[in-house]
């Protein structure tokens, strides 16, 4: 005699916003995966305008520390897989970043120095049109994602961007698709292709989604910045 047959009820899956992402990033890369830059750019825009907010928010110099490229991914992780002079390094003359579009990352610290670029540099105001002073401005480049490290002329570059305006040449532009040979992230943690070991815990879900969006880039060949 057969007994009752009782179908086991399988707990739903829930979706975190990293799988979302993911999920849309590899539904953009089936239609266009040059469309994944703009995704990328997107998805740094929130990072992009707490840096250029924290001298605004804050009273003197409380602006949140500029950010340290070996850091960027995985804060408390191994910082010898994020140097970028393990990497591959192109000629910055090759690329082009543009402030009004690009994933550029300054940190504005000093208010007043900030209150005075803002009040005179751009289009219709004291200096003219924003233009790039070699000098000065200091960039560096993490591929695949096009990704802009600000390494001088925060106040200036984050002029730019605010006001949509202004383009220059990296210095240093690192190929580090490397990284993605080595580390894994899954939405909670990086994690050691090599043993599965766990690097570090994911600290922003959009980072950590932007992290795997390079595998998808370098997969489709997608160079960002490239002008020549």
């Not at 005699?1 to 990033?25: N, S």
């Not at 096009?146 to 106040?155: E, K, L, M, T, W």
């Not at 202004?166 to 994690?191: A, I, N, T, W």
């Not at 690097?199 to 992290?211: E, G, N, P, T």
Request: hydrophobic share 40%; glycine share 8%.
């Amino acid at each position: 005699m057969l007994g009752w047959l009782y179908k086991r009820k399988e707990k739903p899956v829930l979706l975190t916003e990293f799988d979302h992402i993911m999920a849309f990033a590899q539904a953009l890369a089936r239609n266009n995966p040059v469309a994944l830059i703009d995704l990328v750019r997107f998805l740094l825009r929130p990072l992009q305008s707490e840096l250029l907010l924290t001298a605004i928010q804050n009273e003197m110099h409380g602006a949140r520390h500029e950010i340290e490229e070996y850091e960027f991914f995985m804060p408390c992780g191994p910082s010898n897989l994020q140097i970028s002079f393990n990497y591959p390094q192109f000629e910055g003359g090759n690329y082009l970043v543009k402030l009004n579009r690009d994933p550029v990352l300054p940190c504005p610290w000093h208010r007043d120095r900030y209150i005075a670029t803002l009040a005179n540099i751009g289009h219709g105001k004291k200096c003219g049109d924003w233009k790039e002073d070699k000098l000065n401005h200091k960039v560096t480049i993490w591929l695949p994602w096009g990704i802009a490290f600000v390494d001088g002329g925060n106040h200036s570059i984050a002029a730019g961007i605010i006001g949509g305006e202004g383009e220059l040449k990296p210095c240093q532009v690192f190929d580090m698709s490397g990284m993605l040979d080595l580390v894994q992230c899954d939405g909670k943690h990086y994690r050691s292709l090599q043993d599965g070991q766990i690097l570090d815990s994911v600290h922003d879900l959009k980072i950590a989604a932007v992290f795997e969006i390079g595998r998808l880039l370098k997969r489709h060949q997608i160079t960002p910045m490239r002008i020549i």
